[in-house]
């Protein structure tokens, strides 16, 4: 059984900065590649971003490239998202994947999602 926790969303003003974590648990997480995906209303889950389990590989999806980073601390089962220049697009509930494969398709286990919403 694999537990994910996010946690660091919040409100924030355009051009703000956020940063999101992810502890895992229950599995071998440095195992795994990571991914982060959000879901605004009405809208499909989308992929965000996706880093592999060494965190030298990463990849992410054209609507966020150059503003945000993923990270991942594998000695403490976390993996981060720091959310630079937001915008009012970005507002969504962002989730946590794990096995996340590098062209954004999610593995089974998702974190409970955490609330992000930019005010313009």
């Known amino acids: 059984q694999v537990q994910l926790i996010e946690s660091g969303g919040g409100l924030v003003q355009a051009g703000g900065s956020l940063r999101l974590s992810c502890t895992a648990s229950?599995?071998?997480?440095?195992?795994?590649?990571m991914g982060w995906f959000r879901q605004a209303p009405e809208k499909e889950r989308e992929f965000v971003a996706y880093i592999d389990r060494s965190g030298g590989i990463t990849n992410y999806a054209d609507s966020v490239k150059g503003r945000f980073t993923i990270s991942r601390d594998n000695a403490k089962n976390t993996v981060f998202l720091q959310m630079n220049s937001l915008e009012p697009e970005d507002t969504a509930v962002y989730y946590c994947?794990?096995?996340?494969?590098?062209?954004?398709?999610?593995?089974?286990?998702w974190g409970q999602g955490t609330q992000v919403t930019v005010s313009s």
């Open positions: 994947n794990t096995a996340t494969t590098r062209i954004g398709v999610p593995g089974d286990y």
């Open positions: 229950g599995r071998t997480f440095w195992w795994y590649g």
